[in-house]
């Protein structure tokens, strides 16, 4: 019989499924994160998290036959590092096909168990709503924590510190940020945050990481950082009405009616109190659904997809080999 193989790399950590039809087990485990593919450093960074997940798995699973279909679903992907990635799949376990794409797809299919049949709303590191058919895709947002990612944990946590300047600053309500994100970043005024900032001492990933600080204030009531998670919220929400507006105008029949909101950003209750209010004042008729798998399991349903079969998760035994990066996958076993 036949393993499946899905490999999900974020900015966070990186997860591995391997899926055997033989035993019907999906055993999972995960590794460090990967990094932007356009610079050396996140070459050496991505190849790292995905061979030290891959390695995880395979102490920890049975005797490895070949992979007959592997999906990796990476974010930033593009074309000129597809053959770099297969070969560093193919160092560590032989596969026959290998197909790689960026995140959305198999957030996409993990989400509505391969269905396809809602948009999918993706708050995270970044933000983007994203929906596909047969014949074509359809997105909104997903430009970047520069030019976009509005709601995005990035986009929160550069609000955070932006609060916290003006209440310095006397230009804006006091709030609980301005010294919890001093405190975050061990500094005693913002204009030390700033010179480190524009000195790239200071990481994306470690300005994202303000945005579980504002949700921890925000249950304190800070109302600026309820606020604050509140529009990023409305930005998510404003993702999925643009993408449905999109299908509408395409006049694709039928139009999906559910939304399915993934990414931490989205555990908030308040930024997704507002998600949803926004996209049910657009359209009441639409169903905020919970993501059934996470975008890992996503890749296996695609990698069985490319080989025109199905997965009766139904029958399906779920087995965690945690790695050290372990943050889990929400899948009840």
Not at 190 to 216: P, Y
Request: proline letters at 3%.
């Amino acid at each position: 019989m036949n393993l499946l193989l899905g490999i999900d790399g974020g900015q966070t950590s990186t997860k591995v499924c391997l899926y055997d039809e033989a035993s019907e087990t999906c055993w999972l485990t995960s590794g460090p994160p990967i990094d932007h593919m356009l610079t050396l450093n996140g070459q050496i960074k991505s190849k790292q998290g995905i061979q030290q997940a891959l390695q995880t798995l395979l102490q920890r699973t049975p005797q490895l036959r070949k992979i007959e279909s592997a999906f990796i679903s990476i974010s930033g992907v593009h074309k000129e590092h597809e053959e770099m990635i297969r070969s560093w799949i193919r160092e560590m376990v032989q596969v026959d096909r290998i197909d790689i794409e960026g995140d959305v797809k198999a957030n996409l299919a993990g989400a509505t168990a391969g269905r396809n049949d809602g948009v999918l709303i993706i708050g995270g590191g970044g933000s983007i709503g994203y929906y596909a058919d047969e014949d074509s895709e359809y997105v909104a947002g997903g430009y970047g924590h520069i030019l976009g990612d509005e709601g995005s944990a990035y986009w929160i946590g550069l609000q955070a510190i932006k609060a916290g300047i003006r209440h310095s600053d006397g230009r804006g309500p006091e709030t609980l940020l301005h010294d919890r994100v001093l405190s975050y970043f061990g500094e005693s005024s913002f204009w030390g945050i700033k010179k480190r900032i524009h000195a790239d001492l200071i990481s994306r990933g470690d300005i994202a990481n303000l945005a579980m600080l504002v949700d921890e204030v925000a249950a304190e009531g800070d109302e600026a950082a309820q606020d604050l998670l509140r529009m990023a919220g409305f930005e998510l929400g404003q993702l999925a009405i643009l993408v449905l507006r999109q299908i509408k105008k395409a006049k694709r029949n039928p139009v999906p009616n559910a939304v399915y909101p993934t990414g931490g950003v989205l555990s908030s209750y308040w930024t997704k109190q507002s998600m949803e209010e926004t996209i049910l004042k657009y359209d009441p008729s639409v169903i905020v659904c919970m993501p059934q798998y996470p975008p890992v399991v996503g890749a296996v349903i695609l990698a069985a997809k490319a080989l025109h079969r199905t997965i009766d998760f139904s029958k399906v035994k779920w087995v965690r080999t945690e790695g050290k990066h372990e943050h889990f996958f929400g899948i009840n076993v």
